[in-house]
């Protein structure tokens, strides 16, 4: 059964940095999509950023610029750094997983973002 589990999260001021990571157990695909999402309370869950399974990165329009995701394969690990942080971008960040779609999710981090 595929685990994530994320940290990284935290409490951090307008225009800091923080890095989230993930790290996946029971995957068992060769090949896969890995990245991150956010939600918070009343709104959709969205993406973030992601890695596709070429090893590309993509991003949201509102990550682009100021975020940065990274895989390590062989940890089977993924990251994002965050910078220029706003409070907008407070919510809880949720790393995900498939082998062609995100089909699985970890329990999320907290990001807060003060101005």
């Known amino acids: 059964q595929v685990q994530l589990v994320e940290s990284g999260g935290g409490l951090v001021q307008a225009g800091g940095s923080l890095r989230l990571s993930c790290t996946a157990s029971?995957?068992?695909?060769?090949?896969?999509?890995m990245g991150w999402f956010r939600q918070t309370p009343g709104k959709e869950r969205e993406f973030v950023a992601g890695?596709?399974?070429?090893?590309?990165?993509n991003y949201a329009e509102s990550a682009k610029g100021r975020f940065t995701v990274s895989r390590d394969s062989a940890k089977i690990a993924v990251y994002l750094q965050m910078s220029s942080l706003k409070p907008e971008d407070t919510a809880v960040y949720y790393c995900?997983?498939?082998?062609?779609?995100?089909?699985?999710w970890g329990q999320g981090t907290p990001v807060t973002v003060s101005s």
């Open positions: 995900a997983v498939g082998q062609y779609a995100y089909s699985r």
């Open positions: 029971g995957l068992i695909y060769k090949y896969y999509v």
């Open positions: 890695i596709s399974r070429s090893g590309s990165p």
